[in-house]
């Protein structure tokens, strides 16, 4: 590969939501140069690639920031970093006025007010949120983009992270990139379980097939802290599209019921409960299970075609393709494999106040930063302007002094990931090692066979097995650098996998049933309560730190490191 060697002030580690936030926020308040790289075309990447169908984090008249901390503590049973829910919820807004300032269509009622959908959440036509922020993004001057660009690893001297190294996904380039301070906004990571379906629509998931843990990966290589991988998420889907729930069971309010045709579900309920209570019918052998929708008059019927049209087309697509809409057939449901993302739940990176994270010049913004559930998009925007702003605090703090690359430290790293380059058989294939690792996850680890619930013992052995993979992921060959990209891809998600078992270990109890389920310890401990579980990486070992529960008043600042 050809080196190429890049500079800027401001380095963005993806173009998703927090990512070009941030990166919109730099460009219009400050002069410094900032470079987004992303793995894929920022116009159509990440998790909202498609569109989304709503704000789901906004303070709606009647409510508070306070408001919002309570209903995250109480969603996530205290242990969440009420600090930073507290700092991305007074934000939410602000930022919501600006994404509609550059064009995103909110709906309004006839006296101008946004439209609530539920007590924390507007209505929007979300379908081009994406090319909004992208076309942004692209008009700023101190902007530029490297799309296509896969990083993998940070450039550290002396525990500080001056820039990351990359690769081009489609020429041959390898990219040393030096830069004064750092965003990390890589999403979270799917991938890690085997998923409900398989072959060619394995990657047919709820969360970004693109979002790999490249974020938790990078940092945990580097030695950054993390918290809460132990808090995974899982969705409540329709069986097979994928299409959400929530719009049948709690738009047009239908009870689920069991395969025998109980009710187990009736009025509003959680979807976090609603997930538990199916899991448990399946557990008892009364799966699977439905959305009672069979009888709804017509207008219904008609209104859902329409409702699904609009956010999971899939889902109308079936209905037409069996030639049995949701009046003639209910609408079966499942749980989807785990995910790790700190956008739902409080999985990542350690951040301060200011979403630094433990190491110097790095920061962390949306799904890949810890602590904070509940930020959906509106929630990442926050955290990103909160990052660009602490990121140029740090550069003006430095006067604009960059430290250099080692450029032979950097050759030599090229020439590792070169190994994987040379054209020669492999005995096994990059797609039957990231099979394997999902397999060991879903039987070992909690996974969807396991109805998400694990032992010491059993994840005792999705460790040994993890070990013994490692040679072979070490040992694969790429015939070019998109290959290259999921063999990196698979690196990542096989140290991630690792950190989260750790993590399941550590918390002995099991207070997120059926995110977290401990069959060990069941039921909630007033030691695990009152601490956040985290992690250091280093020499190959994790090491855990129990950290005790940050208030909402409290300035967290690395002190003690
Ligand atoms: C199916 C789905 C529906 C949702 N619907 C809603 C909704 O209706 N309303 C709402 O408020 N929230 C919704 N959310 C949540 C919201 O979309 C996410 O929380 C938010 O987009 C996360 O932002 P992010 O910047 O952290 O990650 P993303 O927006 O996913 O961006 C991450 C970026 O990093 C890039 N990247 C990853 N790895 C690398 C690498 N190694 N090198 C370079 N680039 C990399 C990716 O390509 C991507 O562009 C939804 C989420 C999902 C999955």
Redesign the pocket.
Known sequence: MKTVKLETDVLI????????YAGIRLGEESGRSVLV????N?VR????A?G??????YINEGQTAEDYLNYVKREFKDVVREDLVYSMAKGLNKVTEKIESLGLPILKDESGNYIPRGKR?IKIN?EYIKPILYNALRAKQNVRLLEN????DYILKQGKTIGAY?FSVKDDIFYVIEAGATIC????ASGIYRANNPGHSRHKM???P???G??YA?GLRAGAEMTSLEMRFM?LRCKDTIAPTGTIAQGVEVEHINSRGEVYVKGRCSTADRLKLTIEENKEGRGPCYLKTEGMDSETENQLYRAYLN?APSQTLKWFEDGRGPSEANVEIEGTEPYI????SGAGYWVDGNRRTTLEGLYA????AGGSPK??????FVE?ELASRAATEYLDSKEGQRDSVDIEEAERVKSSLEKHLVHEDCPYSIEEVEESLQKVMDEYAGGISKNYSYSESRLKIALEKLERMESLIHGLKAKDNHELMFI?ELK?RHIVAEALIHHMMARKESRWVPYQEHLDYRGESEYYGKHYVNSEYSDKIFRIKYRRIVGKDERYEHSDR
Do not use: E, P, R
């Not at 990447?45 to 909202?48: A, D, K, L, P, V």
């Not at 660009?149 to 993998?152: A, E, G, I, K, P």
């Not at 930020?375 to 990442?380: A, H, I, R």
């Open positions: 580690i993806g173009g998703g939501a927090a990512g070009a790289v992303d793995k894929g920022i990447s990440g998790c909202m498609a989304v169908n709503a704000l789901n984090a959440s979300g660009t896969n990083v993998f990359a906004a890589t999403g979270g709820w969360y970004s693109f979002n790999t490249a974020g990078m969705a956010m993302t700190g956008g739902h913004a949306g799904d890949v930020k959906y998009v509106t929630g990442c990103g990196q990542d």
